[in-house]
């Protein structure tokens, strides 16, 4: 995967599936606006102040502008602002550019879904073509359409044997309009590519099962996920045109930059500064509008790594597809490229002495062009970072404010730089630095956007990912973010570098005497009407540009920079593996091929054991010390929805504690609680009895300070660095690695062999499948040696077969390294499975913690009991002598387990129920009995029946053997099937008095009027119809819980 | 006074100017830059004029001293007066101007200073400033230019208010109305025919006659007759040596705006660290060797006696110029004012 540079604003690379959707809404999206926790706090001053500056030297010239305009005679200001003519330019003005955006996103984005997303033959050459249009000056282009389609051109001649005698007319608006549009749609094209490249094409999948033709595929998902990115180039697009001065002068429309240049030439550059500002305002009008199209979703792109390509098959829409590439290409490209050298060809008609094209042009034309891309792309890095990491007003108001000359005249923001260079900077004043400079001004937006969007792209997992391993802010934007973002800012830099290429006004302002460009030299020559002199350096131009095309086009750079990273790091590869570009499945175990057998034992074994002899899922050493984590009362809130109120927690040394909870319960926030990615409003959080976060007294240890590391859900491997890299990450900057003896190349390798990756240690993230990744993620965390390792939710981004069998996995490489680790899931088996102690976390509290078993058959509350597997409900009564009735019979006193009794003033404080009072059914009841003793009255309950805890008999049947004949309790109303099972939906006939207050909601059509249905699982022996009366028996040896009602 | 080949032309390599228009023309008069004070130290320029107008010029005139440097900066006059104007120092010496307007308007702004007389004096009257600030170096007419398929010369009226009521031309006939030298044409004709001859006849032009705007300027327009998109354009006199080609004839109206010409030239600027050298370089442009290069390779009239026309242009004596002070060019605005309410601009 690679930072796409133009991925545009806030395309949301969202999880797959509605329920992580859910997840990422509600609880990352709240801990979203908090992004890199403690830093969050308070502004960015440093930051902040560097934009303003960056965006001070932007607004200083234009509002020169305004200065210079403020000396203009107001009469006849007046008279310019006020005659009819100026409503006509107005109108011409903005009809142009609503006419030329709307056309470039017609043409743009449908030609960026057909080479992103289509079988189109040759994909990558209409990629880089379709973007070619760039590379033309605007008034070469402009003289070769007139020379062609000119009253008397070759396009006339060739049609006039035909009986056409006139052609439609070119100039004008229609004529302005198509050749606009021709060179501002790549604008919207490579935004619209790298978006359409950047989104998880799962989407697509979802959309094509649900809508039944493909352009409601587009319209649906496709268009609304890339429309930031289509208004980031439409953008553009517009202010190209509002600022473009040589087509509409070429094709005779009137518009501003016409008139700024008529009162330009007229000598009264205070005329053209104040028309400017109509500009200026028209720039603004459509900086607003882009604003309020541009999504405010919580954004950047996924950090597992890359989804593959998508292909719609053409079949014979090929033809027709091909046929627009090629004229658009035709048009735009070769046909000016054709008309340059049909000028070379002819050759220079004229004698013009000393004039002549030199090669040292193109030089100067190449060296300030990269100098003002290198100087755009670090003006816009503070810009960009703060507009993208930290949403504010401020940061908005800087980031738009670099865009606001980007429509204004060349020459009025060239004068404005002549006015400060030689009245403050005289020694600068016509030399290169200046030049340079102009081009930052004039370009600086095209960086800025480039650069925000590769900004928004990096997933701040990344960076959470390098703080927990140990990276202070400034190192983890380093050594993270920074090469993360590099191929966005080598796009910004290059269309700087592609304008600077085509720059002329200021150049010819601001250039120090006797320094030509290419630009210059060919407007000298076009302005004599040279044509000859000029083909040559124009196409030269063109050339060059043409290079630096590729920097602009997001994609497959990366690749050969990875064959050469390989070809230094690739000492210890297997090279047979390195050419083959098999995926590994993703069943490869680590333990089959390792030989060491884990020491494990299986909580399955113990069957019908009481609780209390509950054997723990995985054998540690029990340490009976201090915990080696704590959380005690600890409260967050976002807003003023308390994400974890008053939690406290603690985990013991060698514990694996499963975090479980349904989507938005805080679990997440808990986690990064404890990672220090977030700070608590209140409450202490302690590792290893060092308090590393206390509200009280304000005590807050960075991510990087705490040993703690973490496995993220979307893994946040670092894309740009190996397997290898990311597990030595973290090895580095902590504690010396080297310094025990063991150099970090040998922990990388003793780490790769324990989640038994060894052979892949030079693959890019991208090139491991979902369950490689993880083992990868796992063993980064792992490296560091930490203290508390957090698992959030690390099995979710695998399928459902592989989940199970990275379960294993990942909880056997625990086992192995015997770490403290907190493993947030949502998924109950898995925390049932791997957990020694699991808490059940529900509305940001911790309902229970317990041994998972005793929290299946011990749940305190029905809050626990339903999330916890299927609970059936069944009402029941418990007299006074302990016995309870139901609609299914009567059941002793020492049978049930009473639960929940704090709401009746059972429990205490300094009772710990599921500790002490539960027991099986060895003991006895010592909390139901006292509940009976100190109750005189009957007590209404519900009993929580498992599916197992129950068997169904047919009660018609005669071959019941039993002496007491079957009375029917009930009726099946649902069967399911299931394989080795069938499940049956049992509703019970109606008892009065005995009202259950919650039953099994799946139906409301089956619930036969709140009378009480019960859930039951048989064996695949058992089969009975659907309406079949039976009679249910409770089988359960265990005692079953009861809730008062 | 006259001079023999001043070097000229004694070796091939050494020519300035086009060899194919210098050939067989009679040695130039005038004053030769050898007998001119020698030019030393550095000089900028801001030059209004193209380097491929003058850039060989000014190379020979560098080559010519040893320890003179002279730095162009070429660029648009409305870049380089609004340069100017906005510099709180200018580092030009000279502005070397296209036509008189600019020169004008930085007399006027107090940019410039007077020539010394000896520089002056060598100048025809009609093309130098009655002040002394700025100096004519070649002349430039405005001219008809007309398609030879289309027109003879002597069909074509020397009277430009015909060229609006003669029907022949309607809706063939162009004009380049976003160019400077069509402004100043116009502003002449207000100077010399009155405000309201002159708006009568651009509203002729545009309700009678249908006139065309150029697509880009005089070139263009020079192209399109050559070309028989249209019969008749009003230009520049000079247009017809690029552009065209052979089938574009030029003829000249008489004793009106029609006939106007104006002259490129150049100007000392005030701020010069060095206004003697300034005015030196000024002077080296009036020599017989500069006027006899804009005569042959400009195809622009000369300013100085004993240099003459290029024999491919009509001589000055076949045509009567009107005459009126240059310096009157100067104020663009009432004219720009006509053509916006003509909605000519």
């Known amino acids: 995967m690679r930072p796409d540079p133009f991925r545009a604003d806030d395309t949301v690379t969202a999880p797959a599936s509605a329920e992580k959707a859910h997840a990422v809404a509600s609880e990352d999206g709240a801990a979203a606006g908090e992004e890199s926790g403690d830093d969050q706090r308070s502004r960015p001053w440093g930051l902040t102040l560097l934009a303003a500056a960056v965006a001070a030297v932007i607004v200083v010239p234009v509002a020169w502008i305004g200065v210079m305009a403020l000396t203009v005679d107001l009469e006849r200001a007046l008279s310019i602002v006020f005659r009819p003519m100026t409503f006509e330019i107005l109108t011409n003005t903005l009809v142009l550019i609503t006419l030329v955006t709307t056309f470039s996103v017609l ?169 400017s500002l109509h500009l200026v305002a028209i720039t603004l009008v459509i900086l607003v509008l882009e604003y309020a199209v541009r999504e405010h979703r919580t954004i950047h792109g996924g950090s597992r790594g890359g989804s593959r390509s998508y292909t719609f098959h053409l079949g014979a829409w090929k033809w027709p597809a091909l046929a627009v590439c090629a004229a658009i290409v035709g048009l735009a490209v070769v046909l000016p490229v054709s008309v340059l050298l049909w000028w070379l060809v002819r050759g220079p008609e004229t004698y013009v002495g000393a004039f002549g094209f030199r090669l040292e042009y193109a030089l100067n034309s190449v060296s300030v062009s990269l100098l003002a891309a290198l100087a755009a792309v670090v003006l816009a890095l503070p810009v960009a970072y703060l507009s993208a990491r930290y949403r504010s ?345 080297g310094e025990d003896g063991q150099p970090a190349d040998e922990t990388v390798d003793d780490l790769l062999e324990l989640v038994g990756l060894s052979d892949y240690r030079d693959r890019f993230p991208d090139e491991l499948s979902g369950g490689q990744k993880q083992r990868i993620a796992l063993a980064r965390s792992l490296a560091p040696e930490p203290d508390v390792l957090l698992l959030d939710e690390p ?129 006895d009841n010592d909390a139901s009995n006292n509940n009976v003793a100190n109750e005189s009255t009957s007590l209404d309950l519900d009993l929580l029946l498992r599916p197992d805890d129950i068997s169904i008999t047919d009660s018609t049947s005669d071959s019941a053997s039993d002496s007491t004949p079957d009375i029917a309790d009930g009726r099946i109303v649902h069967r399911q099937f299931t394989g080795s099972t069938v499940r049956y939906r049992v509703v019970l006939e109606s008892t009065s008095g005995l009202e259950n207050t919650q039953s099994v909601g799946q139906s409301d059509e089956d619930n036969a009027g709140g009378a009480p249905v019960l859930e039951c699982r048989c064996s695949h022996e058992t089969w009975y119809e659907v309406g079949t009366p039976v009679s249910v028996s409770i089988t359960a040896s265990h005692a079953v819980p009861a809730f008062p009602l | 006074m006259v001079s023999g080949c001043l070097g000229l032309g004694d070796d091939e390599s050494d020519v300035l100017g086009d060899p194919t228009y210098r050939e067989g023309r009679p040695d130039p008069g005038g004053v030769s830059m050898e007998e001119m004070p020698d030019l030393n130290g550095d000089l900028t320029i801001y030059s209004g004029r193209s380097q491929p107008r003058i850039g060989e010029l000014i190379e020979y005139v560098e080559a010519q001293y040893d320890d003179l440097t002279i730095e162009v900066r070429y660029d648009d006059t409305a870049d380089l007066i609004s340069t100017i104007e906005t510099e709180s120092e200018t580092p030009a010496d000279v502005f070397y101007g296209s036509e008189t307007q600019s020169m004008t308007h930085l007399k006027d702004e107090g940019y410039t200073v007077e020539l010394p ?154 701020d010069s660290d060095d206004t003697e050298t300034a005015a030196n370089f000024v002077r080296h442009m009036l020599s017989a060797e500069a006027q006899e290069y804009f005569a042959t390779t400009t195809w622009e009239y000369p300013v100085i006696d004993g240099v003459a026309p290029l024999e491919e242009l009509p001589g000055t004596d076949e045509f009567e110029p009107p005459e009126f002070d240059l310096n009157e060019l100067d104020d663009p605005d009432p004219t720009l004012e006509l053509l916006r309410e003509e909605n000519v601009l």
């Open chain 1, 393 to 737: 007003l401020a940061s908005t108001v800087l980031e738009r404010a670099t865009y606001v000359g980007f429509a204004v005249p060349g020459v009025v923001i060239g004068l404005s730089l002549v006015y400060f260079g030689s009245a403050y900077a005289p020694t600068l004043y016509q030399t290169i630095p200046l030049l340079v400079f102009a081009y930052v001004v004039l370009y600086l937006p095209l960086a800025v956007g480039a650069a925000r969007t590769a900004f928004l792209y990096v997933n701040p997992r990344f960076v959470e990912a390098a703080r927990s391993l140990g990276c202070p802010p400034r190192t983890a934007f380093r050594r993270v973010t920074l090469p993360l973002v590099v191929p966005g800012l080598v796009a910004g830099g290059a269309l700087v570098f592609l304008h600077g290429m085509k720059e002329l006004p200021a150049t010819l302002l601001l250039r120090p005497a006797g320094f030509d460009s290419l630009a210059t030299f060919i407007w000298m020559a076009e302005r004599n009407a040279y044509y000859g002199y000029a083909a040559v350096p124009a196409l030269v131009l063109v050339c060059v540009s043409a290079l630096a095309i590729v920097g602009v086009l997001p994609g497959d750079g990366t690749s050969l920079w990875r064959r050469v990273r390989r070809r230094i790091g690739t000492k210890r590869m297997n090279p047979t593996n390195q050419n083959e570009e098999t995926t590994e499945r993703d069943d490869t175990d680590p333990f089959s091929r390792s030989g060491g057998q884990p020491t494990r034992t299986r909580s399955a074994t113990d069957g019908g054991n009481p609780v209390r002899a509950d054997t723990p899922n995985r054998s540690r050493s029990d340490s009976e010390g201090a915990p080696v984590l704590e959380l005690e009362c600890v409260t967050k809130s976002y807003g003023a929805r308390p994400a974890v109120s008053d939690l406290s927690l603690s985990v013991q040394e060698g514990e694996l504690l499963t975090l479980l909870g349904p989507s938005g319960c805080g679990k997440t926030t808990t986690l990064r609680l404890i990672a220090g990615l977030v700070r608590p409003d209140s409450g202490t959080v302690r590792i290893r009895e060092k308090s590393v976060a206390d509200a009280a007294d304000e005590t807050f240890v960075p991510s990087e300070d705490r040993d703690v590391g973490i496995v993220f859900q979307d893994f946040a491997l670092f894309p740009h660095k190996t397997v290898a890299e990311n597990v030595a990450f973290g090895l580095g900057d902590r504690d010396g690695a």
């Open chain 2, 117 to 270: 007389d000896e520089v002056v004096e060598l100048v025809d009257t009609g093309s130098v400033d009655p002040d002394g600030h700025w100096t004519g170096f070649t002349r430039r007419f405005r001219a008809v230019a007309y398609n030879r398929d289309a027109y003879d010369a002597d069909e074509l009226p020397d009277d430009i208010f015909a060229y609006a009521e003669d029907e022949r031309f309607r809706g063939d006939i162009m004009w380049p109305p976003d160019q400077g030298s069509f402004q100043a044409f116009i502003t002449s004709m207000r100077l010399l025919h009155g405000e309201d001859e002159t708006r009568s006849w651009i509203r002729s032009m545009i309700d009678d006659q249908d006139i065309e705007a150029s697509p880009g300027g005089d070139s263009a327009l020079a192209q399109a007759v050559g070309d028989g998109e249209v019969s008749v354009g009003l230009t520049n006199h000079y247009v017809v040596r690029d552009h065209g080609g052979d089938s574009v004839g030029l003829a000249f109206t008489s004793d009106d705006a029609g006939a106007m010409y104006n002259v490129t030239g150049g100007t000392v600027m005030a």
């Open chain 1, 107 to 275: 043409i743009g984005v449908p030609l960026a879904i057909l080479t992103v997303l289509t079988d189109l033959p040759f994909r990558r050459f209409w990629l880089a073509a379709l973007a070619l249009p760039l590379v033309i000056p605007s008034y070469t282009s402009a003289y070769a359409f007139i020379s062609i389609w000119g009253p008397h051109g070759l396009a006339q001649s060739l049609v006039e044997p035909l009986g056409i005698t006139s052609l439609p007319e070119l100039y004008g608006m229609p004529g302005t309009v198509a050749i606009l549009t021709l060179y501002n749609y790549p604008f919207v094209f490579i935004t619209t590519v790298a978006a359409l490249r950047a989104f998880d094409k799962t989407y697509i999948d979802a959309a094509r099962t649900l809508e039944n033709n493909l352009f409601g595929v587009f319209r649906e998902v496709v268009l609304p996920m890339t429309k930031p990115a289509i208004a980031a180039g439409a953008l553009l697009a517009a202010l190209e045109t509002a600022g473009d001065f040589g087509v509409p002068a070429m094709l005779r429309l009137n518009v501003f930059t016409r008139q700024i240049y008529v009162e330009h030439n007229a000598l009264s550059h205070d005329y053209a500064a104040m028309l």
């Open chain 1, 795 to 923: 099995l979710s981004n695998l399928d459902a077969g592989l989940r199970v069998r990275m379960r294993e996995t990942v909880s056997e490489i625990l086992d192995r390294v015997d770490v403290t680790a907190v493993w947030v899931t949502h998924d109950q088996t898995e925390a049932l499975s791997v957990g020694d102690r699991t808490a059940v976390m529900i509305d940001g509290e911790i309902a229970q913690a317990d041994s998972p078993r005793a929290l299946f058959m011990r749940p305190e509350s029905r809050a626990v009991a339903d999330f916890l597997g299927q609970a059936s409900y069944l009402p029941g009564r418990q007299n006074g002598t302990g016995v309870v009735e139901t609609p299914i019979g009567t059941l002793d006193g020492d049978r049930i387990a009473l639960q929940s009794g704090a709401e009746r003033g059972g429990y205490t404080d300094r009772e710990q129920p599921q500790e002490h009072n539960d027991s099986g059914n060895g003991s």
